[in-house]
């Protein structure tokens, strides 16, 4: 077991330990987590604290145990389990029992030594995969003829870092843009389209500014009521994809569509467009399919569902004029990435408000029988609201909603000033310069978004994010700038670094040499708990305990030692692999997390 989580290995060594010193709790799994930082010279890298909840279960049981003694028969199991299996013994350097309870785990010098020259010789690798999965991921899904907002651009990076989180473990991963591309706004959309282009079938009609028209449209819906008669009409025709309806709307969607990939571009990110539009087939089967299996009610002429609680809302499958809703097109996608996908795993990202929809969706998949939880993952991945600074919805000055556009404008122009200020006596070249100005406005537009807990409010502020100290992308770009130059700085040829990685090994006697070396290896940890709970903050936390755990080793261990005039004397070839080690486990967070690198800043 080469790459692994070690927590997850130590998880599954110390349950085994649990259910073979008690035999009766045998449904039980042990936790074991990561030492705080601060006690891990006294008290290992990880700990099992289970005794404390077991001597809780026997005390209830009537049945007299003390932690302690409790603690001591795990680790009586594990050890020996050390004394007998290599694999464990060459991770593990030794176990203690410690007050009230606790048993601590250290983990081997040359165990870390050999990962670490692994990852220098051969790269940073995921862990092994217990099976290769094909996951759907539904995010982004901005809505046609609408702004696409700050929550669609939450949703883009949330989802987008998820799948390369997933792609870099080794699943299979579709990438879904479930566009809002159907429905009834799209009847006042043709109609209007129609009367103020005529010629549209012909010449294209000038529609960029897609909202302007958008909003023109929904005036004449809600005050005149031949249009709004002519609009439900529109929509009747369209639905049955009759050839001119199809045209005018193909128009509408493709002036949306390149404006978000003018985004999707800026920020790197690729997708699938599969709008709501592509479900109509699957939505009108959908209900015969639901009625077969007595599942739609009629409630004032709408067909509707039930979750698991009728004191909850139901699901409107049909509604009363015959059309289809938001409701029916996530049934009937659902159904098909199942289906037809063959998705094992599907992850919708959107925001909170959504919550009780998705449950609802989880809840009628089930009913209607082409969800099965044994086989198919279904994961909501909720988000809390963007605030502005003074903690309201996040709008511009007058009120407006920001244009996603100019938000990533804005961030150009002050991470440019950002770097102007720092750089005030580095030389970079204009290209150089134009590198870490991208690369800092998004990376830190990003990354703000990235290390916040998603299921929280998150407030926008441009100096917090661009702040170079603390928890932010543009610290931990200069970090990883600072790092990657030292090992030139040394002046050794990179090749022949890694290559010294056969004979020198990398070194571990400094304790924050070792502390920093096993910081590097909890990257596999934080990579299976993200996958399990899909927070993203994890990782961030992570790569900044990388950065600080760096620094640390570095002002107290010197890599390159110099004379007077400032001339390389001694090299510290297994503290430059050390280095070299740090700033590929950082690039590899940092790919992750979709955010560039630069060599100079
Ligand atoms: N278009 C929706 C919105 O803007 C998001 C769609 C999310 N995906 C889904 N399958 N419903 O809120």
Same mark, same amino acid.
């Given at each position: 077991?080469?790459?692994?989580?070690?927590?997850?290995?130590?998880?599954?060594?110390?349950?085994?330990?649990?259910?073979?010193?008690?035999?009766?709790?045998?449904?039980?799994?042990?936790?074991?987590?990561?030492?705080?930082?601060?006690?891990?010279?006294?008290?290992?890298?990880?700990?099992?604290?289970?005794?404390?909840?077991?001597?809780?279960?026997?005390?209830?049981?009537?049945?007299?145990?003390?932690?302690?003694?409790?603690?001591?028969?795990?680790?009586?199991?594990?050890?020996?389990?050390?004394?007998?299996?290599?694999?464990?013994?060459?991770?593990?350097?030794?176990?203690?029992?410690?007050?009230?309870?606790?048993?601590?785990?250290?983990?081997?010098?040359?165990?870390?030594?050999?990962?670490?020259?692994?990852?220098?010789?051969?790269?940073?690798?995921?862990?092994?995969?217990?099976?290769?999965?094909?996951?759907?991921?539904?995010?982004?899904?901005?809505?046609?003829?609408?702004?696409?907002?700050?929550?669609?651009?939450?949703?883009?990076?949330?989802?987008?870092?998820?799948?390369?989180?997933?792609?870099? !473990?080794?699943? %299979?991963?579709? /990438?879904?843009?479930?566009? #809002? +591309?159907?429905?009834?706004?799209?009847? &006042?959309? $043709?109609?209007?389209?129609?009367?103020?282009?005529?010629?549209?079938?012909?010449?294209?009609?000038?529609?960029?500014?897609?909202?302007?028209?958008?909003?023109?449209?929904?005036?004449?819906?809600?005050?005149?009521?031949?249009?709004?008669?002519?609009?439900?009409?529109?929509?009747?025709?369209?639905?049955?994809?009759?050839?001119?309806?199809?045209?005018?709307?193909?128009?509408?969607?493709?002036?949306?569509?390149?404006?978000?990939?003018?985004?999707?571009?800026?920020?790197?990110?690729?997708?699938?467009?599969?709008?709501?539009?592509?479900?109509?087939?699957?939505?009108?089967?959908?209900?015969?399919?639901?009625?077969?299996?007595?599942? !739609?009610?009629? %409630?004032?002429? /709408?067909?509707?569902?039930? #979750? +698991?609680?009728?004191?909850?809302?139901? &699901?409107? $499958?049909?509604?009363?004029?015959?059309?289809?809703?938001?409701?029916?097109?996530?049934?009937?996608?659902?159904?098909?990435?199942?289906?037809?996908?063959?998705?094992?795993?599907?992850?919708?990202?959107?925001?909170?408000?959504?919550?009780?929809?998705?449950?609802?969706?989880?809840?009628?998949?089930?009913?209607?029988?082409?969800?099965?939880?044994?086989?198919?993952?279904?994961?909501?991945?909720?988000?809390?609201?963007?605030?502005?600074?003074?903690?309201?919805?996040?709008?511009?000055?007058?009120?407006?909603?920001?244009?996603?556009?100019?938000?990533?404008?804005?961030?150009?122009?002050?991470?440019?000033?950002?770097?102007?200020?720092?750089?005030?006596?580095?030389?970079?070249?204009?290209?150089?310069?134009?590198?870490?100005?991208?690369?800092?406005?998004?990376?830190?537009?990003?990354?703000?978004?990235?290390?916040?807990?998603?299921?929280?409010?998150?407030?926008?502020?441009?100096?917090?994010?661009?702040?170079?100290?603390?928890?932010?992308?543009?610290?931990?770009?200069?970090?990883?700038?600072?790092?990657?130059?030292?090992?030139?700085?040394?002046?050794?040829?990179?090749?022949?670094?890694?290559?010294?990685?056969?004979?020198?090994?990398?070194?571990?006697?400094?304790?924050?040499?070792?502390?920093?070396?096993?910081?590097?290896?909890?990257?596999?940890?934080?990579?299976?708990?993200?996958?399990?709970?899909?927070?993203?903050?994890?990782?961030?936390?992570?790569?900044?305990?990388?950065?600080?755990?760096?620094?640390?080793?570095?002002?107290?261990?010197?890599?390159?030692?110099?004379?007077?005039?400032?001339?390389?004397?001694?090299?510290?070839?297994?503290?430059?692999?050390?280095?070299?080690?740090?700033?590929?486990?950082?690039?590899?967070?940092?790919?992750?997390?979709?955010?560039?690198?630069?060599?100079?800043?």
């Amino acid at each position: 077991r080469d790459r692994m989580s070690i927590r997850d290995y130590l998880t599954e060594v110390f349950t085994h330990a649990l259910r073979t010193a008690f035999p009766d709790l045998e449904d039980k799994t042990a936790a074991v987590a990561p030492t705080n930082e601060k006690y891990v010279a006294k008290f290992g890298d990880y700990q099992c604290n289970d005794a404390m909840a077991l001597c809780k279960i026997y005390k209830d049981k009537g049945v007299k145990k003390s932690p302690l003694e409790i603690a001591q028969s795990l680790a009586d199991v594990v050890n020996k389990e050390l004394a007998s299996n290599p694999n464990l013994a060459k991770v593990v350097d030794k176990i203690e029992v410690a007050k009230p309870g606790f048993v601590n785990v250290f983990l081997s010098r040359v165990y870390a030594g050999e990962q670490l020259k692994d990852i220098v010789l051969n790269g940073v690798q995921p862990p092994s995969l217990d099976k290769r999965l094909r996951v759907v991921v539904d995010f982004s899904s901005p809505n046609i003829a609408k702004e696409m907002h700050v929550g669609h651009l939450r949703s883009t990076i949330l989802g987008d870092a998820i799948c390369r989180l997933l792609e870099y !473990l080794g699943h %299979d991963v579709v /990438r879904l843009n479930h566009v #809002g +591309d159907w429905g009834t706004q799209f009847g &006042m959309l $043709i109609a209007h389209l129609q009367d103020t282009y005529p010629d549209y079938l012909t010449k294209s009609p000038p529609i960029a500014d897609l909202q302007a028209f958008y909003k023109q449209s929904k005036k004449r819906f809600d005050e005149d009521e031949t249009f709004k008669k002519r609009a439900y009409q529109c929509v009747v025709s369209l639905q049955k994809f009759e050839p001119d309806y199809k045209k005018a709307w193909d128009m509408i969607c493709d002036v949306s569509r390149r404006d978000f990939q003018k985004i999707y571009d800026r920020l790197n990110v690729t997708l699938t467009e599969r709008g709501e539009s592509f479900y109509q087939k699957h939505m009108e089967e959908l209900v015969p399919y639901l009625e077969k299996k007595g599942l !739609l009610e009629l %409630d004032d002429g /709408r067909k509707i569902m039930w #979750g +698991d609680d009728r004191g909850l809302i139901p &699901m409107t $499958i049909v509604k009363s004029d015959g059309g289809f809703t938001y409701d029916t097109s996530d049934m009937a996608a659902l159904k098909h990435r199942i289906e037809h996908e063959k998705a094992n795993w599907v992850v919708i990202v959107t925001d909170l408000g959504q919550g009780v929809h998705f449950k609802l969706l989880g809840e009628c998949g089930k009913k209607a029988g082409f969800l099965d939880p044994n086989k198919t993952r279904l994961d909501f991945v909720g988000f809390g609201v963007v605030l502005g600074e003074d903690k309201k919805k996040f709008k511009t000055r007058s009120g407006d909603t920001v244009k996603l556009s100019e938000l990533l404008d804005e961030g150009l122009r002050r991470s440019l000033d950002k770097l102007k200020e720092k750089n005030r006596h580095t030389e970079l070249t204009p290209t150089e310069l134009s590198e870490a100005q991208q690369a800092v406005a998004y990376g830190c537009i990003k990354y703000a978004d990235l290390s916040h807990n998603r299921n929280l409010d998150y407030v926008f502020s441009f100096d917090k994010m661009l702040d170079d100290r603390g928890n932010t992308a543009a610290y931990l770009l200069y970090a990883y700038t600072r790092i990657a130059s030292i090992v030139r700085a040394a002046g050794v040829n990179i090749d022949d670094l890694v290559k010294s990685a056969h004979t020198t090994p990398v070194s571990l006697e400094h304790p924050k040499e070792f502390a920093l070396a096993k910081t590097l290896l909890r990257l596999n940890d934080v990579l299976t708990l993200v996958t399990r709970d899909l927070c993203l903050h994890h990782l961030c936390e992570y790569l900044y305990d990388v950065s600080t755990a760096f620094s640390e080793f570095y002002d107290n261990c010197y890599c390159i030692e110099k004379d007077e005039a400032g001339k390389i004397k001694k090299v510290h070839t297994g503290r430059l692999l050390l280095a070299e080690a740090t700033a590929r486990v950082m690039k590899k967070c940092f790919d992750i997390l979709n955010i560039n690198t630069v060599h100079k800043m």
